[in-house]
């Protein structure tokens, strides 16, 4: 200290004491809130301070030699094909490699550096991309994905205690793609990848580990994190935001004690928050959505499985208490059969309880399109693989990102033993909040009931930080019913799952901090067993779960929603017709394993970005492929079937026989072709066949097609009389016929086609939607119809004139990049007029509709859908009602008043207005 002369001697003047600078601060604390606040994150997050500090490099570089595999043999079989016979040349960092959705093999020979010796050495690696280490051995230990964002793992703990010169081998499996696919940007999609892309090593390394820094690191990343979301007004905020200016205060990064103090610091502060959480609960559950295809083909799938799965499983050995929650059973297949030894390991991880299965499905499918039967399959593959090969089967229906849930589900989940339901994706409703998150979930028959939860933090790729932990309870609507929620965290979409610094982050949300709601590890089907204790509260939500987002997804990729319905139709024949056979004792061998494999391609090709038709171009040359297969060997699965019934019937074992099959559980009785341009009215019975004999003689039947004198041609038989528009193929009059009574005019009912309007009319709407190209359909796109002048451009010209059919080719062409060929058709016998359509598309942001204005009164459409019907509102009342322009049904759309109406049939199409 300063010194002066006095009378008494040399006096020193006394050094200022600690209280008055802490003193100080604290006034520099209160004064300057936000200023303490960006100094605690600037201390984060700055690359200079508390991050450098992690890792410490070696002198001489890196301590790790790589090679890289030649592949002008032809791509490796499998890992121990690279191991034994991969010729491996020298490369370095800044290495590139290509092409996009290649696999590429790189060797790398670690030696740890002498200053590392016992010390905590960790291998980085960052090959721009995805990649799946392996031991020497082959077998996999570690996912490295690289890259600029927080989806980035490139560490793999090489040893917790190094020794000096160590070494080892490891082999990396590299896919030439990024975490979502390798689209350059998004505008209203993905956009196409340049095929000329290439990937660079950027780095490949051993460093040295500081656990303490770590630990320093998020200890005081969740406190600072506290103090920024909490009010600034609270208690809790100022004490958090004093413990982290305090730690800052004491750490020196270039003395490790100071590190450990500080650490020490706010430990003590956490420790004594514990007990002072707010009451509501959050279930933290680790979380990896994985679309099975959509910016990648399935292909890049299976290996994005196994990567983000063995990450899991290091998490498993270094964090007590985790849980991971796995669905999908078509992804656990690939891995059996890719990875086996990583599949023995994740059966050892089910077991224990640290993988928790759910949804119970093949894979998280589409919920609008598939029929009640795929649907039914999808559970019987999934419950029936889980329960081979883990023991195990699903009570949880995990779905959390598909586009709209079938009121028929709740009843199929209770058939297959599930009770509770999750999802979230209703949270992206873009004109309704749902009203619930936890809540009983009715189903078609008004009977079934699931238990459902949808996390409030209003994703399934939470972060774990304080703002979603404060979300999780402030958003949740039934709070005052039931106060606990899940929570679900972990990169998905595509693949990765929890990281370490999420699993630190929740170590110290679980000890309690006041201000913040309690936090706890556990299993989904633990949360849920939990709700289930008392459901008295909850309230009831009846009927389909409809998404008020996405609903292109009901007419995009027309094609493949075409060969799905193909299929669908197909398995259900194969399957009916061997039942025929079985029942005429003519089946010896069921085609049990091949019906089951043409069965999983189907339910393969539902998943949720395939058939709604929101994936990249090349996922539909993979189903297109898998259709084809279906339809191959589907067909050849019929013409055994048939050869075991007509056995019996033919005069000579050779002789050709003729039966007609009908599939479907009533009775029918239609004109069908026989070939050679020869048609037959023929009866069937209900789920059974009828032999047919030999023709003889002109048909018999009712059908006239004559033009009228305002230039009109009039179809009609015993049921119905139809007139059409010569000029553009539009129908004007649509009746049905009364019953006929003897010595009595049949007497027809009023017209379908409301006067002046006209049925069958095409029209074309621009389709720009703000942002999901593929998904969406804006509210907006009807009120800009797009004017084409048809009527100048169609030629109609009468094709069949009776008596067993009467057909009308049009031909139109609509704009220079449409054409449509149509053949109107009324059979004998039939009370369908038939439109039979071949549509050359190819316009760009546009969507072809064809109108049926419909001579009916009623507030309610009806539309069939898995096993049953629902009704929606025609009028625009409310917003729930308005927002539902566009709705999904299936094989008929209905509108009908007191003794009049009518439906609107369909092949293949699902979208309706």
């Not at 020298?90 to 590392?116: H, L, N, R």
């Not at 095409?762 to 907006?780: G, K, R, S």
């Not at 009527?791 to 062409?813: K, Y």
């Amino acid at each position: 200290g300063k010194s002066r002369v006095g009378r008494s001697g040399v006096e020193r003047t006394p050094p200022r004491s600690s209280p008055p600078q802490i003193t100080q601060l604290n006034q520099m604390f209160h004064k300057h809130y936000e200023l303490t606040q960006t100094r605690a994150d600037a201390f984060l997050a700055k690359s200079f301070l508390l991050k450098s500090a992690m890792y410490e490099r070696a002198a001489a570089a890196g301590g790790v030699a790589v090679r890289k595999l030649c592949l002008e043999g032809g791509a490796p079989s499998s890992v121990l094909d690279v191991i034994r016979n991969g010729r491996f040349e020298p490369c370095a960092v800044g290495t590139s490699f290509g092409p996009i959705w290649s696999v590429q093999w790189f060797m790398v020979e670690c030696t740890v550096p002498e200053e590392f010796a016992g010390k905590e050495v960790h291998l980085l690696w960052d090959s721009s991309c995805e990649a799946l280490l392996f031991s020497a051995e082959g077998t996999p230990l570690q996912s490295m994905t690289g890259t600029t964002d927080d989806t980035q793992r490139n560490t793999f703990i090489f040893a917790k205690s190094a020794l000096a010169k160590q070494t080892a081998r490891f082999y990396l499996q590299v896919a030439c793609n990024e975490m979502f696919g390798n689209s350059p940007g998004w505008e209203c999609g993905p956009e196409p990848p340049p095929k000329s892309r290439t990937f660079s090593l950027k780095q490949a390394e051993l460093v040295a580990f500081n656990r303490h820094v770590w630990e320093l690191y998020w200890d005081l990343y969740v406190i600072a994190d506290v103090a920024k979301n909490l009010p600034e007004n609270t208690q809790a905020a100022r004490s958090a935001l004093w413990a982290a200016n305090e730690a800052v205060n004491i750490c020196q990064l270039d003395d490790p004690a100071s590190i450990v103090k500080a650490s020490e610091a706010l430990r003590h502060y956490i420790k004594e928050q514990a007990g002072h959480s707010t009451l509501h609960a959050i279930t933290a559950v680790g979380h990896c959505h994985i679309d099975t295809a959509w910016l990648w083909t399935y292909q890049v799938t299976r290996g994005k499985s196994a990567r983000s799965w063995v990450a899991q499983l290091r998490n498993a050995e270094m964090y007590p208490g985790f849980c991971f929650a796995v669905s999908q059973a078509q992804q656990f297949a690939w891995v059996k059969e890719d990875f086996p030894s990583l599949f023995s390991e994740i059966q050892r991880a089910v077991k224990a309880g640290s993988f928790a299965l759910v949804g119970g499905t093949w894979v998280e499918m589409d919920c609008n399109i598939p029929s009640g039967e795929s649907l039914v399959r999808q559970f019987v593959y999934g419950q029936r693989f889980f329960k081979k090969e883990f023991g195990v089967t699903c009570d949880v229906f995990w779905l959390p990102d598909t586009f709209g849930y079938s009121a028929q589900l709740p009843q199929i989940m209770k058939g297959v033993g599930i009770d509770y339901f999750l999802t979230q994706k209703l949270s992206w409703n873009e004109t309704n909040k749902f009203p619930y998150s936890t809540f009983l979930w009715e189903g078609l028959d008004g009977e079934s009931r699931v238990l459902t939860h949808f996390p409030p933090a209003d994703t399934y790729n939470a972060r774990v930080d304080a703002k979603e932990c404060l979300m999780t309870e402030s958003n949740n609507k039934d709070r005052e019913r039931c106060a606990k929620s899940l929570m679900l965290y972990g990169h998905g979409d595509g693949g990765g799952g929890p990281q370490m610094q999420m699993l630190e982050r929740l170590q110290r949300f679980s000890a309690g901090i006041a201000g913040l709601p309690s936090v706890k590890l556990g299993s989904p089907s633990a949360f849920f067993h939990d709700l289930s204790r008392d459901t008295s509260k909850l309230l009831t939500w009846s009927g389909e779960l409809y998404f008020e987002k996405h609903r292109g997804t009901y007419t995009s990729q027309a094609k493949n929603k075409y060969w799905n319905r193909k299929c669908e139709v197909l398995l259900h024949d194969i399957e009916c017709l061997f039942a025929f056979a079985a029942l005429q004792n003519r089946l010896e061998n069921y085609p049990q394993e091949e019906i089951a494999r043409l069965w999983k391609l189907l339910l393969l090709n539902q998943f949720h970005d395939v058939l709604p038709g929101s994936s990249i171009g090349l996922v539909y040359k993979d189903s297109d492929a898998h259709y084809r297969d279906i339809q191959t060997s589907g067909a050849k699965l019929i013409d055994v079937a048939v050869s075991l019934l007509v056995g019996p019937f033919r005069a000579e074992p050779n002789a050709s026989c003729l039966i007609a099959c009908n599939t479907l559980p009533f009775a029918r009785s239609e004109v069908v072709s026989l070939g050679s341009d020869s048609l037959a009215l023929i009866d069937a019975p209900a789920m059974g066949f009828t032999v047919l004999p030999t023709p003889t003689g002109a048909p018999a039947g009712d059908v006239t097609c004559t033009r009228t004198e305002g230039g009109l041609f009039a179809l009609e038989n015993t049921w119905l009389y139809a007139e059409i528009d010569a000029r553009d193929g539009t129908v004007v009059t649509l009746c049905a016929k009364a019953e006929p009574e003897a010595g009595q005019p049949q007497r027809r009912s009023q017209s379908a086609v409301p006067r002046g309007r006209h049925a069958n009319r095409f029209v074309i709407y621009d389709d720009t939607p703000n942002y999901w190209d593929n998904w969406d359909l804006d509210a907006f796109h009807l009120e800009k119809p797009i004017t084409v002048d048809a009527e100048s451009h169609t030629f109609v010209e009468q094709t069949d004139c009776g008596p067993l059919r009467a057909s009308l080719r049009v031909q139109i062409q609509l704009t220079r990049k449409c054409n449509i060929i149509q053949v109107i058709s009324l059979s004998a016998n039939s009370r369908r007029l038939e439109f039979h359509l071949q549509v050359d598309w190819t316009e760009a942001h546009r969507v072809l509709k064809v109108e049926f204005p419909v001579n009916v009164h009623t507030p309610v459409a009806t539309y069939e859908t898995q096993f049953g019907s629902v009704q929606r509102a025609t009028n625009t009342n409310t917003s729930w009602e308005a927002a539902r322009f566009e709705v999904c049904g299936h094989k008929w759309a209905d509108l009908s008043e007191h003794g009049f109406g009518m439906a609107l049939l369909n092949d293949s199409k699902y979208g309706h207005v």
